[in-house]
């Protein structure tokens, strides 16, 4: 992305029709660190099945491994997005 843009990270969750979805938790890292109530950031997960991290005016500090994680009570998986910010 360049710097001062916008970009959506897309986390979608592929499951079968008799999973129970209403217990699903998301949580987005950059860098090994929690991101969702930090400023630029805004995380939407009605869905969820799907969540979007939305970084908004990105600044060159944005750049690096995001990750996001899905859990419920039988267990979590994750996938990781490197983002790149040119100036």
Wanted: glycine share 4%; net charge neutral; charged share 25%.
């Amino acid at each position: 992305v360049i710097e001062g843009h916008s970009i959506n990270l897309r986390c979608k969750l592929y499951t079968g029709l008799s999973l129970n979805k209403t217990n699903m938790v998301w949580r987005w890292l950059l860098n090994n660190e929690n991101i969702t109530n930090k400023s630029n950031f805004i995380e939407n997960s009605e869905d969820l099945t799907e969540s979007i991290l939305k970084l908004e005016n990105a600044p060159l500090e944005a750049k690096g491994i995001y990750k996001c994680i899905v859990m419920n009570e039988f267990g979590e998986h994750s996938r990781e997005i490197l983002l790149r910010v040119k100036s």
